[in-house]
């Protein structure tokens, strides 16, 4: 199957699962499929640096953060109303990129990862420390939540579940739409073509600063929506938006779905979403079976769950022939 | 004046554990690559062993705690053998992935086993030492932190002799330096690898008996040491072993130093504050390794 036919694919099995959560209307299955489209946007931006430029940010949730917490200054102390915030968060989560883009991009491999995470810890601590603005540890309650009158639909409400997902899988199609629209560009090729060789694409004359900058702001305005939708679905906005947990959940639903793939990091999403409130019959066992159930999906399936094709150990009659080793590149 | 001399020896103590935990990540780091996620729970693992061994079965303290850090360390071997050794293969960047969600996977294992195990409540190790201070120049003194810094420098003393000195360590350290080259030559470099993770999970599993006998030991205490052992790597240069121990007490000094003028709610920002500017003057850490990172 081409890549168009799986994506096509893919879209039609997400329009009848969103459509049959719709129907079958439990609020309990409606608030999984909420969190995981909202941590699919995150997915999605994450993927853009970890996946296809190949840069790893680690300190990817800070944008998440800085989103939860500008929709939530600016809804409660300023008094704007949520859609203006939602507008606002994702240009500081922007501008927030490009400052720490300054600092970070002059590095690479293991100092990137430590740096980006720097970032994200001090956030988290003058999250903390800054009483004055954050409220401190308390965070922030009591968000307005989201709620407007759409023509021929009628009200739509984050109080209300299925309002709730509704708002979440908009900004999700808008994300998928934005990633489409550069990964599908020359910026996306030229993000490969970096990923793969860096200084080979110097040579031919791709500015690998200018195209990692674009990388990292479009990947933080996907985590400030991510952040400002979340925040307004919750209520409230606490140190703990930038937690460490959220990181590595981030990471795991691209890393688990498939990196640098296009469908990868929804799938993931919702697959990380998903099974740990399957665990649930397990009780305190469910954290460590959920640990070797990400121990064996690395190990059986190391490039992401879509890169696997069952349906090739389905054809009968055919021998499996193991996939043809890649030609090792060397000086010719 | 001994306000000072009181935090810079406090953050001496912090910082050999430090140390030690750092210098194990550089050898993981250094030899395979991988930025292990679980070595703040190979650390809090040792403390828990320590805590069941002496506290609950009575064994004598000195006895348990060489038992507890062997038995991490073949845990160490193990998870080389049977987890980390099968993601090679694969580009430089999906094995980096790859390593990282193993080592995700396995902290999230060991930390919530602990706490079924364990349960939450933190526990304290019984300690033989006496806890009268030693007063030294006006300047007390715990037993137990006197022991917890003096056994770190004797360790990595050790260490430094070991790896400088004898064959094993020449073998380590060639590899260390190009893995090709010591493969060709005939080095066993899948079995030095097996070798330096168990030593690896040993230098983590022995900073922590000794952070777990002056403090608490709890089934999350391994997440935050992680980060701090990985912040001290970044910050003496990745794959260096002065720089990591350096940069071990440097952390140690400035936290405590940050938390007695400071902060102390801000304590655990300002390492990775210090790793951020130091990173904007040095891109590659104070003292970084010869080695060239592929």
């Known amino acids: 199957m081409s890549a168009r036919v799986r994506i096509s694919l893919g879209l039609a099995v997400a329009t009848g699962a969103a459509a049959a959560l719709f129907i079958v209307d439990d609020a309990y299955l409606m608030r999984i499929a909420t969190l995981g489209a909202i941590f699919a946007i995150l997915a999605l931006g994450l993927n853009l640096t970890a996946g296809h430029l190949g840069l790893f940010d680690f300190g990817y949730i800070l944008y998440f953060g800085i989103g939860g917490y500008t929709t939530a200054l600016l809804t409660l102390r300023a008094g704007w109303s949520w859609e203006a915030a939602l507008v606002a968060s994702v240009l500081m989560s922007v501008a927030v990129g490009l400052l720490v883009g300054v600092v970070v991009l002059r590095l690479r491999g293991p100092y990137f990862v430590i740096a980006t995470f720097s970032f994200l810890t001090v956030a988290y601590y003058v999250a903390i420390n800054w009483k004055e603005v954050t409220n401190g540890p308390l965070g922030l309650i009591g968000l307005p939540a989201p709620a407007f009158n759409l023509p021929a639909i009628g009200r739509v409400e984050a109080l209300d579940p299925a309002g709730a997902l509704a708002i979440a899988l908009t900004g999700l199609l808008i994300a998928v739409a934005v990633v489409w629209r550069v990964v599908e560009s020359g910026a996306g090729r030229a993000w490969h073509a970096i990923r793969d060789n860096e200084d080979l694409a110097a040579s031919v004359g791709i500015d690998a600063t200018a195209y990692a900058f674009l990388a990292l702001a479009v990947s933080a305005g996907l985590g400030g929506l991510g952040g400002s939708i979340y925040a307004g679905y919750v209520g409230i906005v606490t140190p703990e938006i930038f937690a460490f947990g959220h990181m590595v959940n981030v990471l795991l639903m691209v890393v688990i779905g498939g990196t640098g793939t296009f469908l990868g990091p929804i799938v993931g999403a919702f697959l990380v979403e998903t099974v740990p409130e399957l665990l649930r019959v397990a009780e305190s066992f469910r954290l460590p079976i959920f640990g070797l159930l990400l121990i064996a999906a690395i190990l059986f399936a190391p490039q992401g769950v879509v890169s696997l094709r069952p349906w090739r150990a389905l054809r009968a009659g055919r021998p499996r022939v193991p996939p043809v080793p890649p030609v090792e590149e060397g000086p010719a | ?294």
């Open chain 2, 1 to 294: 004046m001994e306000t000072l001399v009181q935090q810079v020896l406090d953050g001496l103590m912090i910082g050999a554990a430090y140390a030690l935990m750092a210098t194990g990540l550089t050898i993981i780091f250094g030899l395979m690559d991988v930025v292990n996620f679980a070595h703040g729970e190979f650390y809090m693992l040792a403390a828990f062993l320590l805590f069941q061994l002496s506290a609950v079965m009575g064994v004598p303290y000195f006895v348990a705690l060489p038992v507890a850090v062997l038995s991490v360390g073949a845990l160490g071997v193990v998870v080389q053998r049977t987890l980390v050794r099968r993601l090679r293969g694969g580009s430089r960047l999906n094995y980096l992935y790859a390593t990282s969600i193993a080592t995700i996977g396995l902290s999230i294992v060991l930390q919530n086993g602990a706490q079924l195990v364990w349960g939450a409540v933190p526990k304290s190790i019984p300690q033989p030492f006496p806890t009268e201070p030693i007063l030294l120049a006006g300047v007390a003194l715990s037993p137990v932190r006197l022991f917890i810094l003096l056994t770190s420098i004797v360790v990595i003393a050790v260490l430094g002799i070991g790896l400088m000195r004898t064959l094993a360590g020449r073998m380590v350290r060639a590899t260390f330096q190009d893995r090709e080259a010591a493969a060709l030559i005939g080095l066993p470099v899948d079995r030095i690898d097996a070798l330096a993770f168990g030593g690896g999970t040993m230098l983590a599993a022995l900073a922590g008996v000794l952070l777990g006998s002056a403090f608490q030991v709890y089934p999350t205490m391994g997440g935050l040491a992680t980060l701090k052992a990985f912040t001290v790597v970044i910050l003496g240069g990745m794959g260096s072993f002065p720089g990591a121990i350096a940069g071990g007490f440097l952390l140690g000094v400035s936290e405590s130093m940050a938390a007695g003028y400071i902060s102390a709610g801000l304590k655990d920002a300002i390492g990775f504050a210090v790793v951020v500017a130091v990173l904007m003057i040095r891109p590659t850490g104070l003292l970084p390794a010869v080695r060239r990172l592929r």
